[in-house]
C-alpha cells in the first residue's frame, strides 16, 4: 500500500490539483524503481483538467509541481512550462483510470475528451491503458472471490461498451481492486495490480525501443 499520493473520500470533483511525479521505493532502500507515475487533476463534465495540458504533458511541457486551471491551458511563458523537454520529461504511457461503476452516467462530453486526448497521444506513438477500479462493487460474484473479475459477463460488457465508445482495445483495458477499506495486502488483489503494472511497464518498453530504432534508421537513410 502506498500512501505518498494523497486521495479523497468525496467524489464530486478532482482531489488532484497540480501535476505530481510519484517515484516508487525499492523496499527500505534508497532507490527506486525505474519508472514514474505522473498524477494529474481528472475529466469532469464542468471543469477538472484542462484536455491541452494533458496533450502538453504527452509531449513533456509540463513541469512537476503545476498548478492546473480548468478556464485555461498552461501558457509558454508561464514558469511551470518546459520549453525544451528531454525523453525522461515526455510521457511514454497514457493510463485512463475508470471507476467501473460511474460508466453508465459518464456523459458524452468526458467521452469526447477522452476521444481527443487519445487521438494526440497516437498521433505521438504513444500506447494507451485503461485500469478500471472498483470491479467488487459491480457485482457481488467479485466481492466474494476477486479471482471471479474475468468471469462475470456485466463487468465484461461494461469494458467492451467503454472499448467502443473510446477506442481502446479490450486487451489494454484492465479491471483493478482498489484498497479502499483494506488494512493489509492481498495477493488476489495484487495479482490484478501487478499484471496491470506489468502490462504498463512492457508497452512503455515496447515504445522506447521502437523510437529509438526508428531515430537510429533516420539517421542512417540520411547518411
Not at 202 to 217: C, P, T, V, W
Request: glycine letters at 4%; proline letters at 4%; hydrophobic letters at 35%.
Amino acid at each position: 500500500m502506498y500512501t505518498q499520493a494523497l486521495v479523497d473520500n468525496i467524489f464530486d470533483v478532482s482531489f488532484t490539483r497540480k501535476y505530481t511525479t510519484y517515484k516508487i521505493q525499492k523496499g527500505r532502500s534508497s532507490t527506486f524503481y525505474p519508472f514514474v507515475f505522473n498524477d494529474i487533476m481528472g475529466l469532469e463534465q464542468r471543469g477538472g483538467v484542462h484536455v491541452e495540458d494533458i496533450k502538453l504533458a504527452l509531449k513533456g511541457h509540463v513541469m512537476d509541481g503545476y498548478r492546473f486551471n480548468p478556464e485555461s491551458k498552461l501558457s509558454e511563458d508561464d514558469r511551470f512550462y518546459n520549453k525544451s523537454p528531454t525523453d525522461n520529461d515526455k510521457v511514454h504511457v497514457l493510463v485512463c483510470v475508470i471507476d467501473a461503476n460511474n460508466l453508465s452516467i459518464m456523459n458524452k462530453e468526458v467521452l469526447q475528451k477522452i476521444r481527443d486526448i487519445r487521438a494526440e497521444a497516437s498521433d505521438l506513438g504513444i500506447p494507451q491503458v485503461v485500469i478500471f477500479t472498483k470491479p467488487d462493487r459491480v457485482s457481488p460474484e467479485i466481492k466474494a472471490d476477486v479471482k471471479n473479475v474475468y468471469k462475470v459477463k456485466i463487468l465484461k460488457q461494461k469494458l467492451e461498451k467503454f472499448s467502443a465508445d473510446v477506442g481502446i482495445p479490450m486487451n489494454c483495458i484492465f479491471p483493478v481492486k482498489n484498497y479502499h477499506e483494506e488494512i493489509d495486502i492481498d495477493s488476489d488483489d495484487d495479482s490484478l495490480i501487478l499484471s496491470a503494472l506489468r502490462s504498463i511497464i512492457s508497452f512503455g518498453d515496447d515504445y522506447i525501443n521502437f523510437k529509438q530504432s526508428a531515430e537510429r534508421l533516420t539517421c542512417f537513410n540520411t547518411e
